[in-house]
Antibody, heavy 118, light 106 residues
């Protein structure tokens, strides 16, 4: 069965970076692009961007350019997202979600909670 | 970017009641997607391409709309339908979501 397994919760200091992972299994990883979505109480769901798991090229929401960097490791079927220069505004749950084209985001990871606090 | 406005933000329904929630787009979109989310869980795909039910979604759900106006309807409310429903557009980047309609059981 298709699964997206995300890395565990992070508690980080302001100003540092954090890298979240999302490992796909149960399907051919490179057949589907991967989205990243932020969920916070203040802003509900926000689309961060999408990365081609085959080519590695990414498209970002302008709002998250400079904040988020998406990468993939095809050999391990894992997508990564690094968040830089963290502030309290970045405290949220971050999801990876598979792009199934016409079917939308058809599988979601369990979410990774990022808490930025000194 | 396309702004999606969902209404109402909060609603309650009794079992057996018909429920309708709407999603209004600031510009015309080709299709609408809907996701269901329950507390402490990830969003689940619910309706794709405006009116198609995702796998496992009960037939009491339906979606409709075009242009800037879309809706999700539950013909007969059941307890398990209590959740937050988000609409999402894929017509232009950045992809955007509505703020959600929280449906509670009365």
């Amino acid at each position: 069965q298709v699964q997206l397994q995300q890395s565990g919760a992070e508690l980080v200091r302001p100003g540092v970076s954090v890298k979240i992972s999302c490992k796909g299994s149960g399907y051919t990883f490179t057949d589907y692009a991967m989205h990243w979505v932020k969920q916070s109480h203040a802003k509900s769901l926000e689309w961060i961007g999408v990365i081609s798991t085959y080519y590695g090229d990414a498209t970002y929401n302008q709002k998250f350019k400079g904040k988020a960097t998406m990468t993939v490791d095809k050999s391990s079927s894992t997508a990564y997202m690094e968040l830089a220069g963290l502030t309290s505004e970045d405290s949220a749950i971050y999801y990876c979600a598979r792009d199934s084209r016409d079917y939308g985001m058809d599988y979601w990871g369990q979410g990774t909670s990022v808490t930025v606090s000194s | 970017q396309i702004v999606l406005t969902q209404s109402p933000a909060l609603m309650s329904a009794s079992p057996g009641e018909k429920v309708t929630m709407t999603c209004s787009a600031s510009s015309s979109v080709s299709y609408m997607f809907w996701y269901q989310q329950k507390p402490r869980s990830s969003p689940k795909p619910w309706i794709y391409l405006t009116s198609n039910l995702a796998s496992g979604v009960p037939a009491r759900f339906s979606g409709s709309g075009s242009g800037t106006s879309y809706s999700l309807t539950i013909s007969i409310m059941e307890a398990e339908d209590a959740a937050t429903y988000y609409c999402q557009q894929w017509s232009s980047k950045p992809l955007t979501f509505g703020i959600g309609t929280k449906l509670e059981l009365k």
